[in-house]
Each structure stands twice: as C-alpha cells, then as structure tokens.
C-alpha cells in the first residue's frame, strides 16, 4: 500500500475580527493565535509541499440561495478577494485540480468546480496567518456548513480520504489545511456564550490522534454547539489520518473558542496487530497447529510422536524445531496468528498433565 503524500496540515480559525480589529477584541488574544498560526505555517512551508489544499466554508457569499453545493473545488487559475481592505491573490493549480476532480468522480463523490470563485476571510486569514505566498501553489476547496442541508461530518470526512488518495496517487506533496470553528454562533442570540466544554471534550479525543472522532458528532450536536464548522475539520481529518498534532493550542474569545491545531510530523508507523494475518510462510506451520488445536487424531499423533507429527508438514528448521517444543513464545515471535498456538498449546498440556 502506498505511504500517503499528505506531510501535514492545520486546522485554525478564521474569525473577521482578527483583520477587523474592534475594541471589543482581546489583542493579546489576537496576537497569541497570529503566533501560533505563523509557527505552524514555518514548519509546514519547510516541508516544501507541492500543493496547499485550503478548505473552508462559504459565509453566505458565494454558495447560498443560488446554488449550494456540498463540496466545491477552484479550478480556475487564480483566485482572488478582498476583506476589510485586505486583497488576497493566490495561484491555483488548474490542471492538477481537474484531474483531483476527476478522481473524486472516479471514486463515488460529485462535487462542484468553479474557476470564478473568490477567495473570502475564511481562506484569506489563514492563509496569511500560515503566511503562504502568492507563489504557492493554493487548492480552495469550499464547504457548505451554513445552509441546511449541509452534508453529514461522515461524508467530509471520506471525501478528505479520498482527496488524500488522489493526491497520492498524483504523487503531490501536499499539506490540508481546515478554516473554522470551534464554538460560536454568528448572527444569533447566542453569540456571547460559544460552548467552551464540548470545545476542550473534542479536542480531548484529538490530543492522542484520534481525529476520526469527529465523525462522531451528530448534525445536531453540531449545530448545538456552535460547531457547525467543524465539517472542513472533518474533510481535513479524513485526508490527514490518525495522527497526533504536534500542537494544539486554545484561546477563548467572548464569541468563538479559538483552537489552532497543526501537524507536520511523519505519521507514525502502523501498529503490528495483535493479531496478524496468515503470511504465506507461515502457513504450513498454522496449519499443523490448527490442526492440534481442533482435530483428536492430530492431537493423539502429535502426543505420540512429535518429530513424526512434524514430518507430515513442509517446515522450515525454526518452525520445525518450534513445533516439536511446542514453544508458544516462538511462534508468536515468528508472527504466527497467536490464538491457534494458544489453543494447541492448551490441548497438549492437558494431555501430558493426563499421561502423567
């Protein structure tokens, strides 16, 4: 299986008022989330990607009463956009983001593409904060989150895998970035009281690397909790894996919990189950202890006569050896399946303990 091309990423808020700067703002906090932001950018821009994949949701801009596709792809070869006199201006791979659609056709999912589509504060402000240049090469994908129905985290989260399968298969090195969240709730009632509990409870379940925990929040619970946003987490968790952040930090704001995240460490190895499959090698000794394990003739002939028992198989000399011992600390060791040594193991003590 091929090792993904993913390097990293980020997940960081995106709230107008780090441009807009109102009195009612905590500077400190402004300058503590640019900071983080900023160190996350340096050490992803030193993994010299080959691609920054953005993914953001539309705040009612774009994709609203007109149109509101689930997922949407820039594949124009610029995207432009201004915000409280801030411009942005960033290339967009053109052919390379055709080709990404095409793949997510090839493999169940439909999303829009668009080559006018601007680029507004949710993309601008971490991209700035990330400090991607205008020469970097900037995937916009937009999510809808704002307007029902939007599509469930389950499906941002295996469209993100899929896009990390076909920028893999592209052999792109990419880092996925997600703009959003956590908790608020703009233009309602309850702007002032963003959920600080359910914010550090998520991120509780994401400190270890469990960033498929996310798909476990319900639409509901999403929108409860000011958190409906989280779907381009979602996306990015889909794309990034399992994998620890390498930081993770939170600043609360009268309105919004802000939580930046990144990841530019290797992924680490995948962990040897407990309980492997069958390698070829290994079959012929599986299958003179399957044998042990659930046939009384074979476990009679096994008991009789070891090295006998062990000519009827095609063993090497270790497995051989092991097999006449019956040592179960061998055979675990050679990465045997554990459970038919076990119970092998079990049926022969019994029938020497017998014999005695």
Not at 42 to 49: H, T, V
Not at 66 to 95: D, Y
Not at 289 to 316: C, F, G, K, M, V
Request: hydrophobic share 40%; aromatic share 10%.
């Amino acid at each position: 299986m091929n090792r993904t091309t993913v390097l990293g990423g980020a997940m960081l808020p995106h709230a107008p008022q780090f441009f807009t700067r109102p009195d009612t703002e905590s500077k400190e906090t402004i300058k503590a989330v640019e900071d983080v932001a900023a160190e996350i950018g340096r050490q992803l821009r030193a993994l010299k990607p080959d691609l920054w994949i953005m993914i953001a949701n539309d705040h009612a801009q774009q994709f609203f009463h007109n149109c509101a596709p689930a997922f949407t792809l820039h594949t124009g070869g610029e995207a432009r956009g201004t915000f409280a006199g801030k411009t942005f201006q960033h290339k967009i791979p053109s052919e390379i983001s055709f080709e990404i659609v095409r793949e997510l056709y090839r493999n169940g999912f439909d999303p829009a593409f668009s080559s006018t589509a601007e680029i507004d504060y949710a993309l601008g402000i971490p991209l700035a904060h990330l400090g991607v240049g205008p020469d970097d090469m900037v995937l916009p994908i937009y999510v809808n989150a704002y307007l029902p129905p939007q599509p469930t985290i389950e499906r941002c989260y295996a469209f993100g895998n899929a896009l990390a399968n076909a920028v893999t298969k592209l052999g792109l090195r990419t880092v996925v970035c997600a703009s959003g969240g956590m908790s608020h709730f703009p233009g309602t009632d309850r702007y002032s009281n963003p959920d600080l509990a359910f914010d550090n409870s998520v991120l509780d379940r994401m400190r270890d690397g469990s960033l498929k925990s996310l798909i476990g929040y319900t639409a509901e619970q999403l929108d409860d909790t000011g958190n409906i946003e989280l779907r381009c987490w979602g996306m990015a968790a889909g794309a990034l894996g399992d994998r620890k952040p390498d930081v993770m930090v939170m600043n609360p704001s009268w309105h919004h919990n802000y939580a930046s995240l990144g990841w530019w460490s290797p992924p680490a190895d995948e962990v040897t189950p407990h309980y492997p499959n069958i390698r070829p090698e290994l079959v012929q000794i599986t299958s003179a202890l399957h044998a042990i394990a659930h046939d009384e003739s074979a476990r009679q002939a096994y008991h009789a006569n070891p090295d006998a028992y062990a000519d009827r198989y095609q063993l090497t000399g270790e497995q051989r050896f092991a097999l006449i011992k019956m040592d179960f600390p061998a055979f675990v060791a050679m990465g045997a399946h554990p459970l038919t040594p076990f119970l092998a193991n079990m049926h022969v003590e019994r029938m020497r303990k017998a014999a005695k």
